[in-house]
């Protein structure tokens, strides 16, 4: 009988990768804080959890099933949870960033990000004691 890793581990495993991208993400915007005309971005997570789940079953897509069909022109989505963040106070330079905001959702994603590395941490040991026979 055979482990499978992706049923044991579940969401922690995407979820932490996801985690990691979004702090570079953030770390991007406090980085370009005072770059004019910048916009800040986000990850967001449920468009990334849909996105993942919907790769894993098949999912939606536009497909053409005859040759006088018109591609799709833009429907690829580099990254389908990725956003601009709307801005809370006019800026004269046009950049999107609130530095407090940022830095406040940065502490926030770390913290997320240190639970699912708990939580894969705690599923590693409890297969390890399965495996040991503990």
Do not use: C, W
């Not at 986000?42 to 098949?58: C, R, T, W, Y």
């Not at 022109?73 to 956003?83: K, N, S, Y």
């Not at 006019?90 to 699912?116: C, G, H, K, M, R």
Request: hydrophobic content about 40%.
């Amino acid at each position: 009988m055979s482990i499978s890793f992706d049923k044991a581990l579940g969401i922690h495993e995407k979820a932490l990768g996801f985690r990691a991208q979004r702090a570079e993400v953030l770390a991007n915007n406090i980085a370009n804080a005072d770059t004019p005309n910048y916009k800040a971005r986000d990850l967001e997570f449920g468009s990334v959890l849909a996105a993942q789940q919907s790769k894993n079953q098949g999912g939606f897509g536009v497909a053409t099933t005859s040759s006088k069909h018109i591609a799709a022109q833009g429907m690829e989505v580099a990254d389908p949870g990725l956003r601009f963040r709307t801005p809370a106070h006019a800026s004269l330079d046009q950049n999107t960033v609130d530095v407090q905001v940022e830095q406040a959702t940065y502490a926030e994603n770390a913290i997320d990000f240190q639970a699912s590395f708990t939580m894969l941490n705690s599923k590693f040991r409890g297969l390890m004691s399965a495996l040991r026979g503990e």
